[in-house]
């Protein structure tokens, strides 16, 4: 059962307005990093508003259909893979980890199990991939491949957890939201 109502396309686009602010925010937060560590901030910086653009990009030009929605997934995960790329060797690498975990559970509110998918295999593709590449950028002390095969179906868990209260939801409340469908219909404005 699919609803795509009213109300589901205002959380949606509420949706999509809070994850653009959010990507932005990336931006100045890449940089503020950089300046705490010493580090460099132009790669950080750039990379974030390329994420941001993009995101920005597919909405202007494409509404806030499927394949918006995945690339703000994708964008998401890689503005904080940027920051545990910053973080690394430092004591806070691990802990940027957790980040993943909160941006995933940020894309359940668009209620489609597609961002979730994408958000999670962006996220294991970024650390399977840097973990050969790059290891120090995933994981403090470098490469631990036995690491990934255990993280990644911890994600994959994760991400169906997510997916699945997300249908269950959809299907419980026959796709209506704020007792009936009344939320956004009474001003549009709102969303």
């Given at each position: 059962m699919t609803f795509e109502g009213d109300e589901l396309e205002c959380l949606r686009q509420s949706t999509s307005k809070m994850l653009l602010a959010v990507l932005w925010l990336?931006?100045?937060?890449?940089?503020?990093?950089?300046?705490?560590?010493?580090?460099?901030?132009?790669?950080?910086?750039?990379?974030?508003?390329?994420?941001?653009?993009?995101?920005?990009?597919?909405?202007?030009?494409?509404?806030?259909?499927?394949?918006?929605?995945?690339?703000?997934?994708?964008?998401?995960m890689a503005g904080v893979s940027m920051f545990v790329f910053q973080f690394a060797g430092h004591l806070w690498q691990v802990d940027m980890h957790m980040y993943f975990f909160a941006a995933l559970a940020i894309l359940v509110a668009y209620c489609d199990y597609r961002p979730i998918v994408a958000g999670t295999?962006?996220?294991?593709?970024?650390?399977l991939t840097l973990n050969l590449?790059?290891?120090a950028a995933v994981y403090p002390g470098g490469a631990d491949l036995g690491h990934s095969p255990?993280?990644?179906p911890a994600n994959r868990g994760r991400?169906?957890?997510?997916?699945?209260?997300?249908?269950?939801?959809?299907?419980?409340?026959?796709?209506?939201?704020n007792g009936g469908g009344q939320g956004c219909k009474r001003g549009r404005s709102a969303c």
């Open positions: 990336h931006v100045p937060i890449a940089f503020i990093i950089a300046l705490t560590l010493g580090a460099d901030w132009l790669v950080p910086v750039s990379f974030l508003v390329a994420m941001a653009l993009a995101a920005t990009l597919s909405w202007r030009m494409s509404g806030n259909g499927p394949s918006t929605r995945l690339v703000f997934a994708v964008a998401l295999a962006a996220v294991a593709l970024h650390h590449i790059l290891p255990c993280h990644n991400r169906l957890n997510l997916a699945g209260a997300d249908t269950f939801e959809s299907l419980r409340d026959g796709g209506r939201e």
